[in-house]
T-cell receptor
Framework: DSGVTQTPKHLITATGQRVTLRCSPR?????VYWYQQSLDQGLQFLIQ???????AKGNILERFSAQQFPDLHSELNLSSLELGDSALYFC????????????????FGEGSRLTVL | GQNIDQPTEMTATEGAIVQINCTYQ??????LFWYQQHAGEAPTFLSY????GLEEKGRFSSFLSRSKGYSYLLLKELQMKDSASYLC??????????FGGGTRLMVKP
């Protein structure tokens, strides 16, 4: 158990719909990262938050957005869903100071499997 | 940007040794990581290298050469449970972690 909690574990929805994925980082971790993993593909970095502020942005579509709340949990919002958005969405957290990562290790949640029909 | 290359698939025999290579090109370098990921599960941390050389941790070892942009993960005494994908990841400028496509290792009896 990594200590990172993601909900829901599974989600099935239709094209055009909107979903919200939730992540609670490990206790004390200020950084939250979102990754997308399509079938047989590598992990694609979407976005990173540190203590409520966006820190880095990767290949995140404009239809997707995220935020980190004061209690440090994060949500990833996916809208106008397309078939190609079907993937595993992982959240990870790390014990970074925001300037230099001392541990270097990302702790991943179990992922949210999104299926768009 | 960053470019990370690793073989797509490898096959090895139970009890043997296998080396999974990773080459990278990055703007800024703050460390290289190896993760293990079983199908449909979360990646789990295996090793971290930031200086040149070999880091050994039980049956797993990881090597880094920063001048060559090269790393490898060495798995000894292979077990069936080692069948998984092995992900090479580089932390570049801005501390962003970029993953390679992963190497799917199949261990056969």
């Amino acid at each position: 158990d990594s200590g990172v909690t993601q909900t829901p574990k599974h989600l099935i929805t239709a094209t055009g719909q909107r979903v919200t994925l939730r992540c609670s980082p490990r206790s004390g971790d200020l950084s939250v990262y979102w990754y997308q993993q399509s079938l047989d593909q590598g992990l694609q970095f979407l976005i990173q938050y540190y203590n409520g502020e966006e820190r880095a942005k990767g290949n995140i579509l404009e239809r997707f957005s995220a935020q980190q709340f004061p209690d440090l949990h994060s949500e990833l919002n996916l809208s106008s869903l397309e078939l190609g958005d079907s993937a595993l969405y992982f959240c990870a957290s790390s014990g970074t100071t925001g300037i230099r990562v001392h541990t270097g290790e990302l702790f991943f949640g179990e992922g949210s499997r999104l299926t768009v029909l | 940007g960053q470019n990370i290359d690793q073989p797509t698939e490898m096959t090895a025999t139970e009890g043997a040794i296998v080396q999974i290579n990773c080459t990278y090109q990055t703007s800024g370098f703050n460390g290289l990581f190896w993760y293990q990921q079983h199908a449909g599960e979360a990646p789990t941390f295996l090793s971290y290298n930031v200086l040149d050389g070999l880091e050994e941790k039980g049956r797993f070892s990881s090597f880094l050469s920063r001048s060559k942009g090269y790393s490898y993960l060495l798995l000894k005494e292979l077990q069936m449970k080692d069948s998984a994908s092995y992900l090479c990841a580089v932390r570049g400028a801005g501390n962003m972690l970029t993953f390679g496509g992963g190497t799917r290792l199949m261990v056969k009896p």
